[in-house]
């Protein structure tokens, strides 16, 4: 939590919903689309491309499949995905979490702004995180995708139709919020830092509150205990469960065309 805040701003996720509407207005919570779109389009191409990819090189034969290859393909896809597409990651939570140096700019303006006060590296902020949080939840959603769409092909309770995928994708959704929720906790909290060093803020020299990964983690079940890290899970299942939804129903449509 951000030392200058002295409350608990949001109660849960309604609550947020309504407090950012009636004090931000309704566009207030589309704040980083713009990057939330282009992450997206880089992310998801390249982690379902390598995901495949590596498959396809380890197994020759889709039926000699096991769940221990599908684990690893989907950690290395979410691991070198999620770091080519880490900048843009960044400047959205930033403009989710409406920075000041960011709230009236376009995305470009934004990432020059972040290269110009903290460089490259500023850009890859989080990136450990980052890619922690892709390798578990890619090396879960899409495994347990697979083998839960299999099964109900294999046990004929579902054909391999639009009802299978939408059943199969419902339940990754549930699977990589609750592998993922953790890392998600740490990995906000330390790219909303704008240094992991101390930096000056109006003149006044401000210490980082975390100083890597394990200190975020330590710090925030000392504080707030273990269930702190399960914040924010509705939310995020929420959103998982339907993004999986239209992301695997349309990719098996698309499927049938290649």
């Known amino acids: 939590m951000d030392r200058r805040h002295s409350e608990v701003k949001y109660r849960g996720m309604v609550h947020a919903l309504l407090r950012i509407s009636k004090e ?5 919570l589309y704040s980083g689309i ?4 282009l992450r997206q389009a880089t ?4 982690k379902i491309g390598v995901y495949h990819t ?3 090189h380890l197994v ?3 039926q000699e499949e096991n769940l221990l290859t599908n684990v690893c393909c989907g950690m290395l896809a979410g691991v070198v995905s999620s770091s080519i597409a880490n900048p843009t990651d960044v400047l959205k939570i930033r403009m989710q979490a409406r920075n000041e140096n960011f709230s009236k700019k376009n995305m470009l303006q934004c990432f020059l702004e972040m ?11 989080g990136v450990g995180p980052t890619a922690q949080r892709a390798a578990v939840i890619v090396g879960v959603e899409l495994p347990v995708y697979d083998v839960a769409k299999k099964h109900f092909i294999n046990s004929e309770l579902l054909p391999d139709g639009i009802a299978n995928h939408i059943t199969s994708s419902f339940i990754a959704g549930l699977a990589g919020a609750v592998a993922s929720n953790p890392i998600d906790v740490v990995r906000t909290r330390l790219m909303n830092q704008r240094s992991l060093k101390s930096t000056l803020i109006g003149g006044v020299k401000v210490e980082a509150i975390y100083t890597s990964s394990l200190d975020c983690l330590l710090q925030t079940v000392r504080s707030e205990g273990v269930f702190a890290l399960y914040k924010g899970f509705i939310p995020t299942w929420v959103r998982l469960g339907p993004w999986n939804i239209i992301f695997f129903v349309t990719f ?3 499927k049938k065309f290649y």
Do not use: D, M, S
């Open 34 to 37: 713009g990057p939330a779109v």
């Open 54 to 56: 590596a498959k396809k």
């Open 115 to 125: 290269y110009k006060h903290e460089g490259v590296c500023g850009l890859w902020r």
């Open 60 to 62: 020759r034969n889709p």
């Open 43 to 46: 992310y998801g191409t390249i």
């Open 24 to 28: 931000e207005g309704i566009k207030a």
């Open 252 to 254: 098996e449509q698309l």
